[in-house]
């Protein structure tokens, strides 16, 4: 079952996937506050003028979306970072090794790093900013990591200041990124009870398998600020 959980999804797959996230945020089945996404030429225009503004620092709320008790972060991001970088900065205080496909949703929209193998309409994300997707206190989008497992993440302006700061800066967070290829969330919290029950059949095989991918014993409730925060120093 571990092993089944772990088989690498289709490029196919992942990008069925990117369709139905898309899908879920027409239909409302995803609650989020967006900012209205402007037209081409209106979004270069912002884009110009918004470089010419003070930069804004934003405080993000990153909530890997379906767990409970929750797994996230709290972020300082510069407003102008690209979705690009910001797809760095919350792979890293996260977790994830960036070994999959990503896509940032907001406002309809789905951005990504662009390639012929899309099959489906994507912004470039390298083009787009943080500060043109989200402007306001409360706006949200998704990011979703490995649409195969999909990992969604709910991203949440707490709060926009004026000014520069030394951002990315990790201020909290609570709980272990789950490790890669385990199934999702559904299939994360199966390998959980697993590891729970030192008699089930499956025990000493995923706990052996969870070591490979974490390099050592995985408590799902560990967190390391400092660690996060040396790692997100090493971006800028």
Same mark, same amino acid.
């Given at each position: 079952?571990?092993?089944?959980? /772990?088989?690498? +999804?289709?490029?196919?797959?992942?990008?069925?996937?990117?369709?139905?996230?898309?899908?879920?945020? /027409?239909?409302?089945?995803?609650?989020?506050?967006?900012?209205?996404?402007?037209?081409?030429?209106?979004?270069?225009?912002?884009?110009?003028?918004? /470089?010419?503004?003070?930069?804004?620092?934003?405080?993000?709320?990153?909530?890997?979306?379906?767990?409970?008790?929750?797994?996230?972060?709290?972020?300082?991001?510069?407003?102008?970072?690209?979705?690009?970088?910001?797809?760095?900065?919350?792979?890293?205080?996260?977790?994830?090794?960036?070994?999959?496909?990503?896509?940032?949703?907001?406002?309809?929209?789905?951005?990504?790093?662009?390639?012929?193998?899309?099959?489906?309409?994507?912004?470039?994300?390298?083009?787009?900013?943080?500060?043109?997707?989200?402007?306001?206190?409360?706006?949200?989008?998704?990011?979703?990591?490995?649409?195969?497992?999909?990992? +969604?993440?709910?991203?949440?302006?707490?709060?926009?200041?004026?000014?520069?700061?030394?951002?990315?800066?990790?201020?909290?967070?609570?709980?272990?990124?789950?490790?890669?290829?385990?199934?999702?969330?559904?299939?994360?919290?199966?390998?959980?009870?697993?590891?729970?029950?030192?008699?089930?059949?499956?025990?000493?095989?995923?706990?052996?398998?969870?070591?490979?991918?974490?390099?050592?014993?995985?408590?799902?409730?560990?967190?390391?600020?400092?660690?996060?925060?040396?790692?997100?120093?090493?971006?800028?």
């Amino acid at each position: 079952m571990v092993a089944k959980r /772990r088989a690498r +999804r289709s490029l196919f797959t992942e990008i069925s996937s990117g369709v139905q996230a898309m899908s879920d945020n /027409r239909e409302g089945r995803v609650d989020l506050r967006t900012h209205h996404i402007e037209s081409q030429a209106a979004a270069s225009e912002t884009l110009r003028e918004d /470089r010419r503004l003070e930069v804004r620092t934003y405080q993000l709320k990153v909530t890997l979306m379906e767990t409970e008790p929750p797994i996230w972060r709290r972020l300082l991001v510069r407003g102008n970072t690209t979705l690009r970088r910001l797809d760095r900065i919350i792979q890293t205080a996260m977790g994830w090794t960036n070994s999959h496909l990503h896509t940032f949703t907001a406002g309809g929209v789905l951005y990504a790093d662009p390639s012929p193998e899309w099959e489906i309409e994507v912004k470039d994300e390298r083009r787009v900013r943080l500060q043109l997707i989200a402007r306001e206190e409360g706006e949200a989008f998704v990011y979703e990591y490995d649409m195969g497992d999909s990992w +969604r993440h709910q991203v949440l302006v707490e709060e926009v200041r004026w000014g520069d700061s030394d951002g990315p800066v990790c201020l909290a967070g609570e709980r272990a990124c789950p490790p890669e290829d385990c199934g999702g969330v559904q299939g994360y919290y199966e390998t959980l009870e697993i590891l729970r029950n030192p008699r089930h059949e499956e025990y000493e095989h995923t706990r052996t398998w969870i070591e490979s991918m974490t390099g050592g014993p995985f408590d799902p409730d560990a967190f390391d600020l400092n660690a996060v925060k040396a790692a997100l120093n090493a971006l800028r």
